[in-house]
């Protein structure tokens, strides 16, 4: 009996392990498409609505955007409103910590943080361009990743079944 309660508990955990490592994978698909959401929200807000950049970042991250984006967008606000760093070092700072946090590969953390460079420096017309250019890097990204979620996290959810019976069959 309780054999088959160890078997089962290792055979368990072995898939939780496959799954948990490819949750990674899901997790970089959302937050690029909440970045792409939450740009889209921006470019809204810029080009039609007129509204300045501190209060456009603030009002997408309250009311449009999710994840990735809102934890942006909010934290850049705050610093552009408290006049604590310029955008671009905002941006910086603050698209260096979603790495941490959102499982971003360093080429997605590169075309979400150059948008940070040329954003707010030129009219609105410039801004539009400067986010539609960014919507299409990140895009290629955000494709790159959902080939990456169907084939590697496929791969782990497999492999932690396949490593789980192997061993239960092991210790049989």
């Known amino acids: ?3 088959i309660a160890l078997n089962t508990l290792i055979f368990v955990i ?6 948990v490592k490819s949750q990674e994978y899901q997790c970089r698909v959302a937050n690029l498409q909440s970045i792409l959401e939450g740009l889209k929200g921006l470019e809204d807000e ?3 609505r007129k509204t300045p950049l501190p209060d456009a970042l603030e009002m997408v991250s309250q009311e449009r955007a999710e994840q990735a984006a809102k934890h942006l967008f909010a934290k850049v606000a705050v610093d552009l409103k408290g006049a604590a760093s310029s955008l671009a070092e905002s941006w910086l700072i603050h698209t ?6 959102c499982a ?8 979400i943080g150059d948008l940070g460079k ?9 801004q539009t361009n400067v986010l539609q250019r960014a919507y299409r890097q990140i895009e290629g990204q955000l494709e790159q990743a959902q080939q990456e979620n169907q084939t590697k996290g496929k791969m782990y959810k497999s492999l932690g079944i ?6 239960v069959i092991i210790l049989i």
């Open 1 to 3: 009996m309780i054999a």
């Open 14 to 19: 072995c898939c939780g392990l496959g799954y």
């Open 46 to 48: 810029i080009a039609y």
């Open 104 to 111: 971003f590969t360093s080429d997605d953390i590169a075309a």
């Open 162 to 167: 396949a490593i789980g019976l192997t061993l």
């Open 118 to 126: 040329a954003l707010g420096g030129t009219d609105v017309y410039g």
């Open 96 to 101: 260096k910590e979603l790495k941490e946090d």
